[in-house]
């Protein structure tokens, strides 16, 4: 997938860097940020994102169910004694 490990590596020490050394340094002497606005409007997103996504991958899963239930009531319903249990049978 890439060509060197270097850009992650590269993100890694600059993320420790900043998170070790330069954040505290810049708020050694500073107050606390308030973020509690800016948080919640974040968490909502979040719920909004995650639900979307259970919704969406809920519906497929159950259209991957129902295809293959349906295809073999219609077989049945034409009369034929094929169906879709006799494809995996052992015999």
């Known amino acids: ?12 020490v600059v993320y420790l860097l900043f998170v070790l ?3 505290p340094a810049f ?3 500073r107050p606390p940020f308030k ?12 719920v909004y994102l995650c639900s979307i996504l259970v919704y969406r991958v809920s519906f ?13 009531f219609v077989v ?3 009369g034929t004694k094929w169906n879709v ?3 995996f049978s052992i015999i």
Request: hydrophobic share 45%; net charge positive.
């Open 1 to 12: 997938m890439m060509r060197s490990p270097l850009p992650v590596i590269g993100v890694i």
């Open 21 to 23: 050394k330069l954040g």
């Open 27 to 29: 708020m050694k002497h």
């Open 60 to 72: 497929y899963f159950y259209v991957q169910e129902i295809v293959p239930t349906l295809n073999e």
């Open 76 to 78: 049945l319903q034409r």
């Open 35 to 46: 973020l509690d606005r800016i948080i919640q409007v974040y968490n909502l997103i979040q």
């Open 85 to 87: 249990a006799q494809c």
